[in-house]
């Protein structure tokens, strides 16, 4: 157990996730994947393996296995994601009270000796040692620190740090991280979508989601005069028992916002508005067929069933374009009239508009063609818990990253020609802050209307070299 | 005002063609000289003489060119804004453009702040490929397909992506030159402690951005699409260009993988940069707009 929660603590093993996961998720980007709509195992998954096949030959199988075209559904994928939050669950509590020390209760004092140590900063100044750790603290607050002074044996022990908080940061970013993957599988758990919801201009669908249904009174579709598309915008009203509770003109990138479920314009097509009247002239069908589905030779294709009749209609258009269709002519449909469980078509040809066709004992006319709008239904509640998970995200990686904590003790001791300033950092120190030390030391030999003169030096490593134009040397 | 930005297009080439040659100048004329007068006089004369006060006016003349390609660059992306109404920001042409900027403007400031010019020799041609390749695909405006009419969204997606590349194109630099270093202590370049540094800070800028172009691509997939994560493939390119800089900020904390791992991790990262910028162009997928086909 104890090596267990050693191994969750440790960053190799977080290292050896981020790095596992990123060769997933590589894996996914580069291999094509299964549409996220078609879900595993079903017939379209295995049309779809059918289709790669002749592009992986034999290792379609070895692939389709180890869950390479499904990459981000498969076991191993979520078992990495997984054991990436229980690393990040772990750390988040092992460093959180070491962090809570250090930011709220700092050691205040380190012991003098350390400050005898290589790397350390000094400076000797020609002021006493009271007036020096003045001049030093207003110093080090003029540069944004927090400073604590403390009165030791050894002389004035001076602490300061600057963004603390930022420590913080660090957690924050790895925290919000568990809130985006545990909020975005639980709504992919309790969300409820429809990728293809389709209503022909002027009809009204249900939705199959809280007695709602959609009557979409227009659809435009505009283009740019180049044909590239510029615009398409549906009328969405909403209605629940036959009564207006929202409408809205919907883009692209304006959906309609009903009770979080929202209607996104996704995409169109051609419909057919179609009349069905039995032998007596009965009208037993009037609505427009949406033709989204895609027969042989690209053609829209849509279908209609009256089960009284128990028959089927297939509508099918010209191929998507127009050009040279040899079976169907511009603006004409083509009707095939299925009965029963019949294979076979009772009847099929060609009908132009306003035409009629007669079979299985009814009469079909096509009215006139229209269009139908496509639209995302989506209802995620969580959906807010990622925006907050992600500005925790950003407001953490920034703290930490870019404004990190810097921490400093510096010891101020009498000397006989007046008293000398030594400074320590823990931890790797960089260039920007070897040069803020150097600069607060510097400017102590010249405060504002005090006689003092300070020798600032560094003991152990040279200055920082290319700051000086000359070549480096035995850092190696 | 098309005519405006295609003259500050091409002044900024010239400039930032003068400024690679005169980093290159820099970086390989002052080591010919290190080499001879080693040869002549030993090497601790070798040190003196290694900055000839011509060769140093070489690296003057790169960041005065440099700086000079960005304020080119600066007025093409307001010229061209004027011209077509949108941030520059819309087709592969108006992205590269900017890329390149972001380059040349993260690699000025890190010389700046690190009186680094060595550096220079990889940012500034970088940029220009980049720049260079921005001038040979269309620069056609082409009308704004529905998806991408969201000026304000499309306009912070792509600025805050554009730092993040130049960030993460300076820290490849550095790590290049950190691995050079290491392997063949080349008195000339920066000390490794400080290559390492700039790599370091460069990702520090970097990885945030990063993060906030991936959460503002979400906010923008939920708006227009209806989902926020759909693993399209550049979601998953631009999520492992993440990762692979998160594992950098964990790795350079460990012992065994400081130094020449991590400087790996910074190429592969940028490698992960470019396959994501130019995967739209063979990945496909939503992002298939770029204005190639």
Same mark, same amino acid.
């Given at each position: 157990?104890?090596?267990?929660?050693?191994?969750?603590?440790?960053?190799?093993?977080?290292?050896?996730?981020?790095?596992?996961?990123?060769?997933?998720?590589?894996?996914?980007?580069?291999?094509?994947?299964?549409?996220?709509?078609?879900?595993?195992?079903?017939?379209?998954?295995?049309?779809?393996?059918?289709?790669?096949?002749?592009?992986?030959?034999?290792?379609?199988?070895?692939?389709?296995?180890?869950?390479?075209?499904?990459?981000?559904?498969?076991?191993?994928?979520?078992?990495?994601?997984?054991?990436?939050?229980?690393?990040?669950?772990?750390?988040?509590?092992?460093?959180?009270?070491?962090?809570?020390?250090?930011?709220?209760?700092?050691?205040?004092?380190?012991?003098?000796?350390?400050?005898?140590?290589?790397?350390?900063?000094?400076?000797?100044?020609?002021?006493?040692?009271?007036?020096?750790?003045?001049?030093?603290?207003?110093?080090?607050?003029?540069?944004?620190?927090?400073?604590?002074?403390?009165?030791?044996?050894?002389?004035?022990?001076?602490?300061?740090?600057?963004?603390?908080?930022?420590?913080?940061?660090?957690?924050?970013?790895?925290?919000?991280?568990?809130?985006?993957?545990?909020?975005?599988?639980?709504?992919?758990?309790?969300?409820?979508?429809?990728?293809?919801?389709?209503?022909?201009?002027?009809?009204?669908?249900?939705?199959?989601?809280?007695?709602?249904?959609?009557?979409?009174?227009?659809?435009?579709?505009?283009?740019?005069?180049?044909?590239?598309?510029?615009?398409?915008?549906?009328?969405?009203?909403?209605?629940?028992?036959?009564?207006?509770?929202?409408?809205?003109?919907?883009?692209?990138?304006?959906?309609?916002?009903?009770?979080?479920?929202?209607?996104?314009?996704?995409?169109?097509?051609?419909?057919?508005?179609?009349?069905?009247?039995?032998?007596?002239?009965?009208?037993?069908?009037?609505?427009?067929?949406?033709?989204?589905?895609?027969?042989?030779?690209?053609?829209?294709?849509?279908? #209609?069933?009256? +089960?009284?009749?128990?028959?089927? =209609?297939? /509508?099918? !258009?010209?191929? *998507? @374009?127009? %050009?040279?269709?040899? &079976?169907?002519?511009?603006?004409?449909?083509?009707?095939?009239?299925?009965?029963?469980?019949?294979?076979?078509?009772?009847?099929?040809?060609?009908?132009?508009?306003?035409?009629?066709?007669?079979?299985?004992?009814?009469?079909?006319?096509?009215?006139?063609?229209?269009?139908?709008?496509?639209?995302?239904?989506?209802?995620?509640?969580?959906?807010?818990?990622?925006?907050?998970?992600?500005?925790?995200?950003?407001?953490?990686?920034?703290?930490? #990253?870019?404004? +990190?904590?810097?921490?400093?003790? =510096?010891? /101020?001791? !009498?000397?006989? *020609? @007046?008293? %000398?300033?030594?400074? &320590?950092?823990?931890?790797?120190?960089?260039?920007?802050?070897?040069?803020?030390?150097?600069?607060?030391?510097?400017?102590?030999?010249?405060?504002?209307?005090?006689?003092?003169?300070?020798?600032?030096?560094?003991?152990?490593?040279?200055?920082?070299?290319?700051?000086?134009?000359?070549?480096?040397?035995?850092?190696? | 005002?098309?005519?405006?930005?295609?003259?500050?297009?091409?002044?900024?080439?010239?400039?930032?063609?003068?400024?690679?040659?005169?980093?290159?100048?820099?970086?390989?004329?002052?080591?010919?000289?290190?080499?001879?007068?080693?040869?002549?006089?030993?090497?601790?004369?070798?040190?003196?003489?290694?900055?000839?006060?011509?060769?140093?006016?070489?690296?003057?003349?790169?960041?005065?060119?440099?700086?000079?390609?960005?304020?080119?660059?600066?007025?093409?992306?307001?010229?061209?804004?004027?011209?077509?109404?949108?941030?520059?920001?819309?087709?592969?042409?108006?992205?590269?453009?900017?890329?390149?900027?972001?380059?040349?403007?993260?690699?000025?400031?890190?010389?700046?702040?690190?009186?680094?010019?060595?550096?220079?020799?990889?940012?500034?041609?970088?940029?220009?490929?980049?720049?260079?390749?921005?001038?040979?695909?269309?620069?056609?405006?082409?009308?704004?397909?529905?998806?991408?009419?969201?000026?304000?969204?499309?306009?912070?997606?792509?600025?805050?992506?554009?730092?993040?590349?130049?960030?993460?194109?300076?820290?490849?630099?550095?790590?290049?030159?950190?691995?050079?270093?290491?392997?063949?202590?080349?008195?000339?370049?920066?000390?490794?402690?400080?290559?390492?540094?700039?790599?370091?800070?460069?990702?520090?800028?970097?990885?945030?951005?990063?993060?906030?172009?991936?959460?503002?691509?979400?906010?923008?997939?939920?708006?227009?699409?209806?989902?926020?994560?759909?693993?399209?493939?550049?979601?998953?390119?631009?999520?492992?260009?993440?990762?692979?800089?998160?594992?950098?900020?964990?790795?350079?904390?460990?012992?065994?993988?400081?130094?020449?791992?991590?400087?790996?991790?910074?190429?592969?990262?940028?490698?992960?940069?470019?396959?994501?910028?130019?995967?739209?162009?063979?990945?496909?997928?939503?992002?298939?707009?770029?204005?190639?086909?």
């Amino acid at each position: 157990m104890k090596r267990l929660w050693q191994l969750l603590v440790s960053v190799r093993t977080a290292l050896v996730l981020i790095l596992l996961l990123t060769a997933g998720t590589l894996a996914g980007t580069l291999i094509i994947q299964v549409p996220q709509n078609i879900p595993l195992g079903s017939p379209d998954h295995v049309q779809w393996l059918a289709k790669v096949r002749p592009r992986f030959g034999a290792w379609t199988d070895v692939m389709a296995l180890l869950d390479l075209f499904t990459v981000f559904r498969s076991w191993w994928y979520q078992a990495l994601v997984l054991a990436l939050l229980l690393s990040i669950g772990a750390c988040s509590i092992h460093r959180w009270r070491v962090i809570t020390r250090e930011v709220f209760h700092p050691p205040l004092r380190v012991a003098p000796s350390l400050f005898e140590r290589p790397g350390t900063d000094a400076g000797d100044l020609a002021v006493d040692a009271r007036s020096a750790a003045a001049e030093l603290e207003r110093a080090l607050r003029a540069r944004g620190h927090r400073v604590i002074a403390r009165e030791g044996e050894a002389g004035t022990h001076v602490y300061a740090d600057r963004h603390r908080l930022a420590r913080y940061g660090s957690l924050i970013g790895h925290l919000s991280l568990a809130i985006l993957l545990v909020t975005a599988f639980v709504g992919s758990r309790v969300g409820w979508t429809d990728d293809g919801f389709v209503v022909p201009e002027g009809s009204t669908r249900e939705l199959g989601l809280d007695g709602l249904s959609v009557y979409v009174p227009s659809f435009v579709a505009e283009s740019y005069p180049t044909g590239q598309p510029k615009d398409f915008r549906s009328e969405v009203v909403l209605l629940s028992n036959g009564s207006e509770v929202a409408r809205k003109t919907i883009h692209v990138n304006d959906p309609l916002d009903h009770d979080g479920i929202r209607f996104y314009q996704s995409f169109f097509g051609p419909a057919a508005q179609l009349r069905v009247s039995d032998g007596s002239g009965r009208v037993v069908f009037d609505d427009a067929v949406a033709l989204a589905w895609r027969a042989d030779g690209d053609r829209p294709l849509g279908s #209609l069933r009256l +089960p009284a009749q128990d028959v089927t =209609a297939y /509508v099918v !258009a010209p191929s *998507a @374009g127009g %050009r040279g269709d040899a &079976l169907i002519k511009p603006g004409e449909m083509r009707l095939e009239i299925y009965q029963g469980r019949s294979d076979a078509p009772v009847r099929m040809a060609a009908v132009a508009q306003g035409e009629d066709l007669k079979a299985a004992g009814l009469t079909f006319t096509f009215v006139r063609e229209k269009q139908f709008t496509g639209l995302r239904v989506a209802k995620d509640p969580t959906v807010p818990l990622i925006w907050l998970g992600s500005s925790l995200l950003v407001i953490g990686v920034t703290a930490v #990253l870019i404004f +990190p904590t810097r921490r400093l003790w =510096a010891l /101020v001791r !009498a000397t006989p *020609a @007046g008293s %000398r300033v030594s400074i &320590l950092t823990v931890g790797r120190r960089d260039h920007m802050q070897t040069e803020e030390i150097e600069r607060i030391l510097a400017g102590l030999t010249r405060p504002a209307g005090a006689q003092t003169e300070a020798v600032p030096r560094r003991r152990g490593r040279a200055p920082a070299p290319e700051a000086r134009g000359l070549p480096e040397r035995g850092i190696n | 005002m098309d005519k405006m930005s295609q003259y500050s297009l091409v002044a900024a080439l010239i400039a930032l063609g003068l400024s690679s040659a005169c980093y290159l100048w820099y970086l390989f004329g002052r080591r010919s000289s290190v080499a001879r007068v080693a040869t002549a006089g030993g090497p601790a004369m070798a040190v003196d003489v290694a900055v000839p006060a011509s060769e140093g006016g070489a690296g003057r003349y790169g960041t005065l060119l440099a700086a000079n390609a960005v304020a080119f660059l600066t007025l093409w992306m307001v010229f061209r804004s004027i011209y077509t109404g949108h941030g520059p920001f819309s087709n592969m042409h108006e992205f590269s453009g900017a890329f390149s900027w972001g380059i040349l403007t993260a690699y000025l400031v890190v010389e700046t702040r690190y009186r680094v010019r060595t550096l220079g020799a990889i940012a500034a041609p970088a940029a220009l490929a980049m720049l260079a390749y921005a001038i040979t695909i269309p620069a056609d405006q082409a009308p704004l397909v529905p998806a991408l009419q969201n000026n304000l969204l499309l306009t912070i997606h792509v600025a805050v992506s554009i730092v993040a590349y130049g960030t993460f194109a300076v820290s490849f630099g550095a790590a290049l030159l950190y691995l050079v270093r290491t392997r063949a202590p080349q008195e000339h370049l920066p000390s490794a402690e400080m290559l390492d540094e700039i790599g370091y800070r460069s990702v520090t800028i970097g990885f945030p951005f990063m993060a906030l172009v991936i959460i503002l691509g979400a906010l923008w997939a939920d708006v227009a699409w209806g989902r926020y994560w759909g693993w399209d493939p550049k979601e998953t390119a631009s999520l492992v260009t993440w990762l692979i800089y998160g594992a950098y900020l964990h790795a350079r904390t460990l012992r065994g993988w400081k130094g020449d791992r991590s400087a790996l991790l910074l190429v592969a990262g940028f490698a992960a940069v470019l396959f994501t910028y130019f995967g739209n162009l063979f990945l496909g997928g939503l992002h298939s707009y770029a204005g190639l086909k």
